[in-house]
């Protein structure tokens, strides 16, 4: 059963909130503010008692699938378990309950906790400084890139074009062209990795960076990235990581060893804070030292007296934030971090990417996997062979669905037909990688059996296959009394 | 390691499969020169006991709001947050899950959004919203690349009484853009109406302005409106949805965008995040609109049901050409805004806006009887307000600090020619006894 829009539960008078009585003398509101900045008709808001709202909310939980219920392995999105004490932690008064513009001494363990982290990251990723600003992988890349614009005009050099993969996700370019820059597509080779050929005819004086992503969006480690590191700095151009995937590099390698000079890290991926039904994130932006002037302010340093916010920093790109950030997923993250250390973390990825292999391997015959090697941490299946049937990548996730598992990413990496990204994480029992393995080898049978029950899936939740055409064409994206 | 399952023997039986002796031989693609030989340098891990007491060290560093009364504001809020919202947004069915690409197994969370959509677009008195930005500043910058897109003209003329770090966040934001920013200069603590007709032409995409603005005072939205208007220009408004119970929504005064922050919907103030941006606009604009949006449907069976809409919009689509970069944004926080306003409802959202004009003003009057203490300016205003002082808002601070409260901004740290301006905010939740013990505290310090 589905639930009725909270605007349909409003019972006119109910009352579902308690505030205090008024304690000063009461001026009337006409001698305060003109009439014509007073609002005639109340916003219709829904009148609710406090356990209808909590009924409401309750049961709309209950049609939504989240990691506590079970497996989603959702590639690219790294969708690990969040371990509760980071919850706890984040709610303590001294985090959840202090203001942005409080003095620096009454907010020293803040302060603290953003400089240790910044210091834990960049030993994590090798780079020599990190703002911790960025409120998820997208904006992190906006930072970078115009640090990388900065970098570049303060070198009398004002390139115009950035390259990106073929592979890449869809925020690369589309902060490229927001950072000001043509984006120019270099092509994957027959591994799935860069061509470095195609490369080396892109990369030219004009080139301000290369956006790339390593492990790339196919889950297989850039083995070339010594070499494409070297012609882009011989060109005068800089590498960017977007680090989306750097649940599977802890301890095994650093970027900044890789020769990025730019890294993000969205640390609701890699470090656990919670994705919240798509936010809220964050993104650490690791850089090397020479980018480090144009780092947006303020920069947390520490002093004889204390950890301060530093705002003079004359080549600084300026402000991304009112404040510091997502700091309450900050807080997440480090507690995460001190929960792990370096050996936890080396456990993180190499079982995140023995899950993935174990995954790969068991559905790669049925699945082909079209570059199929050992991969890291996720690994891209192709659902193309299955196109006779009438049955596409997105129907196998719609039946997953049935299944009560959590449909991999479908039809991305664009490189892929019919791509299915799945990443497992470390954080999955092997009997739920099993569980997962099963369900596929199944649906693959059912294709040959009964291909329309997979194309008409889901058959088990509230509703069943939504017109996505429909929601476009006849656009209502929002209640409207009768 | 209690978040990895896999015992050794689960290891084994794992990479039997994959054909590989041990995880090692997995890595072979990361070239060895750059494979780590040592550990990382990070500090020893905590047990879970351990951990929480570092932490709560950590936290206790810090003077929260807790324990002390705050009459800080400046674009963060300390409203009252219902117990009912930190409950249900903690459910962990929403909290772990993500955006919600396969709608049939997130109707709850999609239809969050939706509810949410409408009360944005209810609060401002617009056609539509999306499900949220990263926070204030970076949707006032989206707002901006917006009416750039729809007018196809570069000039944008913002307003020097809107929050200094949005507007600096707009700069940035626009740096790579071929776009041109103006400010407008203010007058008596707003915009300067006579400036902006003059500033206004044919190559303006559109003006920003903020009510109420960073100075506590409301802008003239109307009048703004139509002058914008005249020359086919858009009308940016941020506005504090918590005032929009009580005071009239930008749309109905001719705004064509919408923005802002809405932490003090039911977010925590976090030391500055997550926040919540929000956004809302025409209908007519609806295609060049950043970030996701919710739209209503049906399945094959005829039934209701709610999915993402117009993703073509959208980076993952439209990659370099999309209408904005954003991927994950603040869905939580538009939760737990949902749920705030649902518990408000019609009468308390305004109920809200009631205690916090009346208490405001009362603080404003009790500091003006101080000898020394004038308004800043003399415009109507919400609740918050500048006062100038005759020493140091610093100074009082600290004095105030030491009594468990929490003073307002000090503008002379920001900007030199607001020397001894004192910026005041008050909440629902100040008390007239603390109002009191405030006021007490200045006059000891001032007489
Ligand atoms: C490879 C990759 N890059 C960038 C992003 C964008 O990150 P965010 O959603 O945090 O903005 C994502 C996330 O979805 C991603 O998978």
Redesign the pocket.
Known sequence: MSESLIFDKSVPGRKGYSLPDLDVPEVPVAELMPADYLRKDPPLLPELSEVDVVRHFTNLSRDNYGIDQGFYPLG??TMKYNPKVNEDVARYAGFAALHPLQPAEQTQGALQLLYQLEAALREITGMDRVTLQPA??????LVGMLMIRAYHRSNGNPCRKVIVPDS??G??PATATLAGYQVQVVHSNADGLVDLEDLKHLVDPDTAALML?NPN?LGLFERDILKIAELLHSAGALLYL?G??LNALLGLCRPGDMGFDVVHS?L??TFTTPHGGG?P?A?ALGVKSFLAPFLPVPVVEKTEKGYVLDIRRPQSIGKVQAYYGNFGNLVRAYTYIRRMGAIGFRKVSTNAILNANYIRKRLELVYPVPYNRFCMHEFVASAKKFRDKDVHAWDIAKRLIDYGIYPPTVNFPMIVEEALMIEPTETEPKENLDRFCEAMLSIAKEIEEDPARVRNAPHTKSVARLDEVRAVKQMDLRWRPA | MEYIPNTKEEQQQMLKVIGAETIEDLLGDIPSEIRLTRGLQLPPPLSEPELKTEMLRLSERNADLLHHASFLGAGAYDHHIPSVVGHLASRSEFYTSYTPYQAEMSQGLLQTIYEFQTMIAELTGMEVANASLYDGGSALAEAAMMAVKVTKRNTILISSTIHPSYRAVLKTYLSGANARIIELPSENGATDLVAVGKRLSEDVACVLIQTPNFLGCLEPVEGLAQEVHRYAALLGVAADPISLGLLRSPGEAGADIVVGEGQGLGCGLNFGGPYLGFFATRKEYVRQMPGRVVGATVDTKGRRGYCLTLQTREQHIKRERATSN???NEALAALSATIYLSIMGRQGLREIGRLCLQKAHYLKHRLCEIKGFEMAYQRPFFKEFVVKSPVSPSRINKKLFKQKIIGGLDLGTMDRRLKNHWLVCVTEKRTKEEMDQLVTAVKEITT
């Open positions: 690219s999105c998820a992988g997208a904006q992190g890349e890449a996700h925020t690369n992503t969006t977007d989306a995937n969205n609701h991926k936010g994130g993104g | 954003i991927c994950t």
